[in-house]
């Protein structure tokens, strides 16, 4: 193992009051219901167009919006969109915390030779100050959102990308995410990977997710390193 992928949404941050406060501020400018949380813990992890369109569509849906003709998910995305990068990137991290036990497995991972990347489905306009308002920045040798390549987590492109940026093979690449999105672009490039027990994974139990082993907290490398040693 020469590096590791880390994946940045319930894996080494817990964004879930970023979103919900930067939707909630978008859903009032365009006159809809605020979202509840448990549909933005179910619908986080795919992209911020995933996000948006899935929370316009089911809040529209909501008994008492008033149905208007030609207003729909698709043609207010983009007025959504907008307000939603402004909203955001005004109280980007500011309610959201760092998961315990992330400063110290990154520690540990660097003390194993390993050189980090962080690979998000984050647009990296939002990803990059995150880590850096967070203390995380100095971790990572390249940082990459879901905005810097064609395709985003599931698709493995973004992580045989990351592994060209870091110089290894995919198989001496861990990857290490908190959802079926990083374990399946994990298995379709060739990567092993590990899921954290405490992330968002679209509201169904990570332990069913296929991978090569599943954490508590990034603190569980050192030991489960040892096994390959």
Not at 29 to 58: C, F, M, N, W
Not at 202 to 229: C, N
């Amino acid at each position: 193992m020469k590096a590791a992928i880390i994946d940045l949404d319930g894996t080494m941050v817990d964004t879930l009051g970023d979103f919900e406060e930067a939707l909630n501020r978008t859903l009032t400018d365009l006159a809809l219901p605020q979202v509840s949380s448990d549909l933005v813990e179910r619908t986080v992890g795919k992209g911020s167009e995933h996000l948006i369109l899935t929370v316009l569509r089911y809040q529209l849906a909501l008994p008492e919006v008033k149905v208007c003709e030609g207003r729909s998910a698709e043609t207010l995305y983009e007025a959504a969109w907008t307000r939603y990068q402004q909203h955001y990137l005004a109280i980007n991290g500011q309610f959201a915390n760092v998961y315990p036990g992330v400063v110290e497995g990154l520690r540990q991972m660097q003390a194993n030779g390993l050189t980090l990347a962080c690979l998000t489905n984050k647009p990296l306009a939002f990803a990059t100050p995150l880590l850096a308002e967070k203390g995380l920045s100095g971790f990572f040798a390249v940082t990459f959102g879901g905005d810097s390549f064609e395709r985003k987590k599931p698709d493995p492109l973004p992580l045989l990308k990351t592994c060209e940026a870091l110089g290894t093979s995919p198989a001496q690449t861990l990857m290490v995410g908190d959802s079926s999105n990083d374990a399946q672009a994990a298995r379709a490039a060739g990567c092993p990977v590990v899921l954290v027990r405490y992330g968002y994974n679209h509201g169904q139990p990570v332990d069913a997710v296929d991978a090569d082993g599943h954490w508590d907290d990034l603190r569980a490398f050192t030991a489960w390193h040892r096994q390959f040693e």
